[in-house]
């Protein structure tokens, strides 16, 4: 069985578009959950109408207090049944054999998670000429190296927006409720981020290099906009002073403490493999906490670099740089 789960916030006027492509797919999802967080516009009422005629149960949950796309996706996806769940953002658009495609690639069974990269589309639906996937800088050796070395890159940076994936239900006992450590300003880290975290960590994550969503950038969206300039973002991280440096590091150390947590929750161990990545990012981001007085910090610095932990986890080689000249 197959969940798509859906969160809603005043989407009414993309919301029928996105509809239309989820009931009009090769591969009919067995459920649609929605929770819709507030909405004050027709959103409510065009679920309504798509309920009567869908080709399939839907079934939604109204917060009468806006919560925020993490705690609305959360509710929906406690609410959903399948053993297999896609996320779905409002204001995109489905291609024909999505839910086909990705299902498929989630038959071997040490396969947890499969996503795709996507076309990037304006407010209006018109194509930009861009790919999800080369704003996320997700190039093939990223590709490469989290299907032979899981979770390789999703330690990294984002690299699966939550509309593009599939996933077992089995990784929700980790990820399920979303931690509160995820809303820390120094690093944030939305539910797709969190879920894709504990994926790569519990096995195999494919990723599907055909774009499988229209993917709609426009001012009004919730989560969207963040892929835009990914790579401008980053420049500006690497510009900010030492005391920045060193709470994002501390932020992500937090977290880390969470995740290791969370995944003792789940069925079968985590691998070898990765308690190894995950200890090294561990003392990557001790060295970057740490970065008091700056002949002190010139030896773990290089270290690190030496050890390729900056090429791994931090933005490359120029922010070992960075970090020795800050201060």
């Known amino acids: 069985m197959l ?167 089995s990784i929700l006992a980790a990820a399920l409720p979303f931690p509160a450590v995820l809303d820390m300003v120094a690093w944030p880290v939305l539910h797709d981020r969190w879920l894709s975290l504990i994926a790569g960590c519990a096995g195999r994550v494919i990723p599907i290099p055909a774009p499988l969503i229209d993917y709609r950038v426009h001012p009004g969206q919730s989560v969207g906009a963040r892929w835009v300039g990914y790579r401008d973002q980053l420049s500006e991280q690497a510009r900010r002073p030492t005391l920045d440096v060193r709470a994002r590091a501390e932020a992500r150390l937090r977290k880390i403490d969470v995740l290791e947590a969370r995944l003792s929750r789940l069925d079968e161990p985590v691998s070898v493999g990765v308690l190894e990545q995950l200890g090294d990012l561990r003392r990557h981001l001790e060295v970057r906490a740490d970065l008091d007085g700056r002949l002190g910090r010139v030896w773990p610095v290089v270290s690190e670099v030496l050890r390729g932990g900056y090429r791994r986890f931090g933005s490359g080689p120029g922010s070992g740089l960075l970090d020795l000249l800050r201060g």
């Open 3 to 169: 969940s798509v789960v859906l969160a809603t916030y005043n989407g009414q006027r993309w919301l029928p578009e996105l509809l239309e492509s989820l009931a009009g797919q090769t591969r009919l999802p067995d459920e649609l959950v929605v929770c819709d967080d507030g909405s004050t516009d027709g959103t409510r009422a065009v679920l309504d109408d798509f309920a009567e005629t869908a080709p399939f149960p839907v079934r939604r949950f109204d917060n009468d207090v806006r919560l925020g796309p993490v705690r609305a996706f959360e509710r929906a996806l406690e609410a959903a049944t399948g053993g297999l769940i896609a996320l779905c953002d409002q204001d995109d658009r489905w291609h024909r054999e999505k839910l086909h495609v990705l299902e498929a690639a989630l038959a071997a069974h040490d396969t947890v998670l499969a996503f795709s990269d996507a076309e990037m589309v304006d407010e209006d639906g018109a194509g930009t000429g861009d790919r999800l996937w080369a704003q996320l800088g997700f190039r093939r050796r990223e590709q490469d190296s989290l299907v032979s070395s899981p979770p390789g890159p999703i330690l990294r940076h984002s690299v699966a927006s939550g509309c593009t994936m599939v996933f077992r239900r």
